[in-house]
């Protein structure tokens, strides 16, 4: 009579069914934990996005900088931030801004970072923890930061950046690691460009201004052909008007009697002016007896602003001293804003490619001078092109294998003299950047008999990279969203299926009906157990495929194929089994898995017998070399439709109509090879058997 189990064996086997299932609702934790720490990175990359967007659109280095200060709470879910801003010519030029510090602490906290900012030397980003701060700072209330400090010299700026958290409220915010530091690091550096830019745009700003005060005051001095259709000033040697023309009267819409005996600035003119200067220019132009030419900001008598150019010609009588100035006045408003508009359309120009980082190139076809524009020059990581043949700097940086293709798609567009726009994509090496990837644009001009070959270049080394990265995150995050919610419906039905039936017997039991048929209630609670227990190593299996890392070491397949068979006897009655080798059966490789994946294989050829066959076999053959190693498993079983073979390595995916399993054993298999560099293939005909090859590399 079968042996009957003690309440105390069925508890133990219950406690480790829980036990199981505890394990398995773990797994399920981190799986969902794994997700939702994908789900953050995400949204950093997000808010990231946003404050570029922002920042592009700022114009005042004030305005920035609380942008950044408020971006490193948002973006780092951090407890406060600080940036500093100084110029370092500038007197005066610092912009401090913080957030996330109380009032109570605002003094003390900033006396601490500006005396960290103060001894901190000019260097790459620091991560601090609380023993750090403590003996930087000798304060105790930090638990950690993480500070940047830079001095762009080209810009003459410092730029310093911290984020912390205090012992305070440590418990509350993440603690910082090496992937909070590199996030941190991708947030500084386009934020430095966005500065540079700025500082840019300020000072190309107030270049223009001081242009247009320049001209203004140069054409004062300079010469212009009287014309008729001109107003003309006669004044004596001291500036004061004797005498207007009509066009004078036209233009300024003053007549002779209102100007007569005052000096044209007293009532014309917009604003005192640089009379020093002008006094000592025009000084200048007498002792050498020549004229003058002006341009002057002017009021007419209704109020309106017009632009007047002045030829101040000094008369000088014949004895040589001073008699009168003539003056021919010419309203140029028009053509005077046109200028303006022009600069302004340069001055957009330069800003753009500076953002943008497009290099802009000019090879002259005559005499093959090249001209660089300073993005350029520092895409290719050069400073001073005094001297250097830049021509020839661009043509031996293409590599090798992209010149030829370049150098005659270039050739024949000079040589055709083609107007179309030619687009060529290739690698250049370049010292101290290493092979980058350029885009070039280029087109032929034509103008007063020269030929201009003109382009753009832009470095999309970066967008490259970047985009095929989002891709394949994109990629394998839905394909990782995909598994796990198939996961954890599949797996939640397969570990509840096996414990409802359990509780059904159990019902039955508890309702009295335990006759001589006891035993067999016992038996199918057992083989429930038994399913609910093969799942969770299935589970198992696939979770340390997943997490571990590859750990290579000395094996010996015919031990561990004899091993499996072994643990596999039980359901190998009858079977006949054959294990030949051809090469060597010691090899080195990840001993976990290669277990993992043939106790699969095995068992599926074992389960899935023909038991209409009298003669039922599995043959095993091995063969390595040096480098690889291939095992074909094969049976005479029941076989797999042409429709089946192309989903078996689907997550629980079921081939056999007796199969009992969850499906995720061959899944599994293809996981596991693909983590081992190897691959997988099946071949098989209903009722005829199946052939399952694995090869992978190894090495002695």
């Known amino acids: 009579m079968p042996h009957r189990l003690s309440h105390e064996e069925l508890l133990e086997k219950y406690?480790?069914?829980?036990?199981?299932?505890?394990?398995?609702?773990?797994?399920?934790?981190?799986?969902i934990n794994t997700r939702d720490q994908m789900d953050q990175e995400l949204e950093i990359y997000k808010r990231l996005n946003y404050f570029h967007t922002d920042a592009l659109k700022l114009r005042h280095i004030d305005h920035l900088v609380d942008l950044a200060t408020e971006a490193i709470l948002d973006i780092f879910e951090t407890e406060f931030g600080y940036c500093y801003f100084e110029k370092l010519d500038e007197p005066g030029g610092a912009y401090l801004s913080m957030e996330g510090i109380s009032r109570r602490n605002e003094k003390i906290f900033k006396e601490s970072l500006d005396h960290l900012r103060q001894s901190i030397e000019d260097s790459e980003l620091t991560l601090m923890d609380q023993d750090d701060v403590k003996e930087k700072l000798q304060v105790e209330y930090f638990s950690s930061l993480i500070v940047s400090k830079k001095i762009i010299k080209s810009h003459n700026y410092e730029l310093t950046v911290i984020a912390g958290i205090t012992k305070e409220k440590e418990y509350i915010f993440r603690k910082y690691d090496q992937k909070i530091k590199t996030l941190f690091s991708i947030f500084l550096e386009p934020l430095e460009a966005f500065v540079s830019n700025v500082i840019s745009s300020e000072k190309i700003s107030e270049q223009l201004h001081q242009i247009q005060d320049s001209e203004r005051e140069l054409r004062k001095l300079s010469m212009i052909a009287t014309k008729t259709s001109s107003g003309v000033i006669v004044s004596n040697p001291y500036g004061e008007i004797e005498w207007v023309n009509q066009a004078f009267v036209n233009t300024t819409g003053y007549e002779l009697a209102e100007v007569m005996g005052r000096k044209p600035k007293d009532f014309l003119q917009v604003g005192a002016g640089n009379d020093s200067t002008l006094i000592s220019q025009f000084s200048q132009q007498l002792w050498e007896k020549?004229?003058?030419?002006?341009?002057?900001?002017?009021?007419?008598k209704n109020g309106d602003i017009f632009y007047n150019r002045l030829e101040i010609t000094p008369i000088f009588d014949d004895n040589g001293i001073l008699s009168n100035f003539i003056a021919i006045q010419q309203d140029i408003t028009a053509e005077q804003q046109y200028k303006i508009d022009l600069v302004r359309i340069n001055n957009r120009f330069e800003i753009i490619t500076e953002t943008t980082e497009i290099g802009i190139w000019e090879v002259d076809l005559e005499s093959n001078s090249t001209t660089w524009n300073s993005v350029l020059q520092k895409m290719y990581n050069i400073e001073d092109t005094e001297g250097l043949d830049l021509l020839k700097v661009w043509v031996d940086s293409i590599v090798e294998e992209d010149k030829q293709g370049v150098m005659s798609v270039f050739h024949q567009q000079v040589t055709t003299g083609s107007p179309q726009k030619i687009q060529l994509e290739y690698k250049v090496n370049i010292k101290g950047r290493g092979v980058r990837n350029f885009l070039s644009t280029s087109v032929i001009e034509e103008s007063s008999g020269t030929r201009k070959l003109l382009g753009t270049s832009v470095d999309q080394t970066k967008s490259k990279h970047d985009a095929m990265m989002i891709l394949e995150q994109n990629k394998e995050l839905k394909k990782t969203n995909q598994e796990l919610d198939q996961f954890v419906y599949s797996i939640s039905h397969d570990l509840r299926s096996p414990l409802l039936s359990i509780k059904g017997i159990l019902n039955l039991i508890n309702d009295g009906i335990w006759t001589d048929n006891h035993q067999h209630y016992l038996s199918l609670i057992e083989q429930s157990v038994d399913r609910l227990d093969d799942t969770i190593l299935e589970?198992?299996?696939?979770?340390?495929?997943?997490?571990?890392?590859?750990?290579?070491?000395k094996i010996d397949l015919k031990k561990l194929i004899d091993n499996i068979l072994q643990d596999l006897s039980h359901i190998s009655v009858g079977i006949n089994t054959e294990l030949n080798f051809e090469g060597s059966n010691e090899i080195y490789a990840d001993e976990l898995r290669l277990n993992i994946v043939l106790k699969n294989l095995l068992s599926n050829a074992l389960k899935y017998h023909d038991n209409s066959k009298e003669w039922r076999y599995i043959k095993v053959l091995v063969k390595c070399t040096k480098s690889t190693c291939s095992i074909i498993i094969e049976d005479n079983g029941e076989g797999i439709s042409a429709e089946n073979m192309k989903l078996v390595f689907d997550m629980f995916y079921r081939a056999s109509t007796t199969s009992a399993g969850t499906g995720l054993g061959l899944y599994i298999c293809k996981e596991v090879m693909n983590k081992l560099n190897g691959e997988i293939t099946m071949d098989s005909e209903p009722g005829e058997g199946t052939v399952v090859q694995i090869k992978f590399p190894i090495n002695e």
């Open 290 to 300: 020549k004229g003058t030419l002006v341009t002057i900001k002017n009021r007419k």
């Open 539 to 553: 589970i198992l299996d696939y979770s340390r495929n997943s997490r571990m890392d590859e750990k290579k070491s």
């Open 15 to 31: 406690l480790e069914l829980q036990l199981r299932v505890t394990r398995f609702s773990a797994i399920e934790q981190e799986l």
